[in-house]
């Protein structure tokens, strides 16, 4: 393989300089000028000199680098081998880490090793500036399938490549990555050791499934008996013990890599000892709350039919709980627990859980004056009246908005509340974090924010979560200061929002830094600001106003319902 041309505009050469090749003394770079745009490619083939047979070993592999500082993003590499048609078979793309050496390894079908004419590398990335790159290719070998990527390996190339083809398509949606063998927390470590997706968007939640019959298929066809039993057998203490052992495998992977994970399915039997399979799924439902990660209990759709063994709900519509629903339908809101402590480059200042009961009327005497907010004046669109003595409550660690119309003092208004947890002196710049829910409530809207401690709207103002209407997907947004008297421009100017609507518990996180704002959904990065110099830079003060929306119009009297937040945070900014 000593012999290599370039494609496209590449220039080939030989490098010796250290830091550039990975084996021996040497390596060959392979230098192009890349244009502005996504996709942008690098290739070097072996023209046809190096016509290769299987006879010795009918795997390839070889170690690129991208250095560090390298113009470009998502940069990418594969191997391929041209067919005896001429045509180019690719192996799978690896992700590249600019600075870090990456194997590249492909294993070409027979019928593209019958009569292959050449070898070549490809490079790829996204260009957001043009310029000249360089890139290094060393220890191109052929051998056997020794040391060939595994199926989980090859399941992780797999997942990768279509995390990668979606970014691609300029799509910032949250993306799910289920793991290999139906991604079985049982067995996640063993196929995953570390966190295997790069994802420019950092919106990427790892999915596992977890089911504690004997094999973990779900399908339960033993005894609760039977199976403590077989649990017992296999050297733990119960069936409960061994539920939370696996479990626990994926819960504390995600922990210790700090990635965020979902358990997309969890589910257990509706029939026989229902007390004792409750018991396990309670355990396990204490795991997932204690490490913040949230799941999806199986099943709770109509896709079975009412007789299924794992359905949560039965009845036409599903409305009618099996025993397996008190369990999930307990911890609703606290799949992610309150952070306690500081963060990196944050200093907590607000932590709280809402532990302590507070009767209508009786959050300010509880929490104090300013969780009681405005009072007895006018929402933002005129039709509803702050009222948050007819409002707010606290039960089971929940502050509750109830939302409803009302007559006080002769008079019949929407009445709704918009409570400032820290004062109304505000502070400049820090990380807001609320855990909240809303039902699906026409005519009204939330807006928890930061305004001008100045009360001059043109000052600013940073809202996150907002919606217009409750119950529907949320978004943030921040409006550039200066802008209101030519039209109250806000940053960024196309909404982006939440992948779900609200009427789940979800976190939403501000983050206010210098010429900064980012918005994060379930801890993963929603949306940022553009615009560095109209972001504001003065004091603003939380407040986490629910009122009647400025777009529908007044509320059907009717109209009631509930905002629940389960905890909230903030942390001043200390870098």
């Known amino acids: 393989m000593a012999t290599w041309v370039e494609e496209t505009g590449a ?46 070993g009918n795997a390839l592999a070889a170690w690129v680098l991208v250095p560090s500082g390298a113009a470009g993003t998502n940069w990418q590499a594969r191997l391929e081998m041209q067919n005896a048609a001429s045509a180019w078979q690719a192996g799978s793309n690896t992700a590249l880490t600019p600075g870090t050496w990456a194997e590249l390894r492909y294993t070409p079908t027979d ?30 070998r052929q051998g056997t399938i020794t040391g060939a990527l595994s199926p989980a390996a090859q399941w992780e190339q797999a997942t990768q490549a279509a995390v990668a083809a979606i970014r691609g398509n300029s799509d910032t949606a949250v993306i799910y990555v289920p793991g290999y063998q139906f991604s079985g927390a049982q067995n996640w470590v063993t196929n995953h050791p570390v966190p295997w997706i790069t994802d420019a968007q950092g919106r990427t939640i790892y999915e596992a499934h977890y089911y504690f019959d004997r094999d973990n298929s779900g399908d339960y066809p033993d005894t609760y008996t039977a199976e403590n039993t ?20 994926f819960t504390n992977w995600c922990t210790a890599n700090a990635v965020a994970g979902h358990v997309a399915e969890l589910g257990w039997p509706n029939t026989g000892d229902t007390t004792n399979w409750n018991a396990v799924g309670e355990a396990l439902y204490d795991v997932l709350d204690a490490a913040g990660i949230g799941s999806s209990q199986w099943a709770a759709g109509s896709g079975y039919g009412t007789s299924y063994n794992l359905s949560a709900y039965t009845g036409s519509p599903l409305s009618t709980p099996t025993t ?23 200093t907590q200042v607000l932590a709280e859980n809402f532990n302590t009961p507070a009767a209508l009327g009786q959050v300010g005497t ?24 007819r409002v707010l409550t606290v039960a089971n660690s929940i502050l509750d908005w109830h939302v409803h119309t009302e007559t006080v003092s002769s008079v019949s208004r929407p009445r709704v509340a918009a409570p400032i947890p820290m004062g109304y002196g505000g502070q400049t710049y820090g990380r807001f974090s609320v855990r909240f829910r809303s039902d699906a409530i026409p005519g009204y809207k939330m807006a928890f924010l930061l305004w001008p401690a100045s009360n001059v709207w043109n000052d600013g103002e940073i809202d996150g979560p907002e919606s217009q209407v409750l119950g529907g997907p949320v978004y943030g947004a921040s409006l550039k200061v200066g802008s209101v008297p030519t039209g109250a421009v806000f940053d960024p100017a196309t909404a982006v929002f939440s992948p779900q609507d609200t009427q789940g518990w979800h976190t939403f996180t501000t983050e206010w830094t210098p010429g900064s ?7 993963a990065l929603l949306s940022q600001t553009i615009d560095a110099s109209k972001v504001p830079a003065i004091p603003m003060r939380w407040t986490l106003q629910v009122e009647t929306s400025l777009i529908t119009g007044p509320p059907d009297p ?3 319902g509930h905002v629940q937040v389960d905890w909230i945070t903030a942390y001043t900014y200390t870098p």
């Open 230 to 249: 077989d649990a017992v057998g296999r050297g733990f203490a119960s069936l409960t013990s061994r539920a939370v052992t696996e479990l626990s495998r």
């Open 517 to 523: 704002v980012k918005w994060f959904w379930d801890g």
């Open 366 to 389: 509880v929490y104090g004056t300013n969780m009681r907010g405005y009072d007895a004046v006018n929402d933002s669109s005129g039709n509803g009246t702050y009222t948050p003595d």
């Open 558 to 560: 009717g109209a009631a």
């Open 11 to 56: 220039t080939v050469a030989t490098s010796t300089t250290a830091g550039t090749f990975h084996d021996g003394t040497g390596s060959l770079r392979v230098t192009k000028s890349l244009t502005v745009g996504t996709g942008r490619t690098i290739r070097v083939n072996t023209g046809l000199s190096e016509t290769l047979t299987a006879d010795n």
């Open 111 to 140: 019928a593209t090793w019958a009569g292959n004419r050449s070898i070549g590398v490809q490079f790829s990335c996204d260009q957001a500036s043009a310029g000249s790159v360089s890139v290094y290719i060393d220890t191109v």
């Open 324 to 346: 397996v629903a008190d369990v999930p339908e307990s911890h609703l809101a606290n799949a992610e627990a309150m952070p306690v402590g500081n963060l990196p480059g944050w």
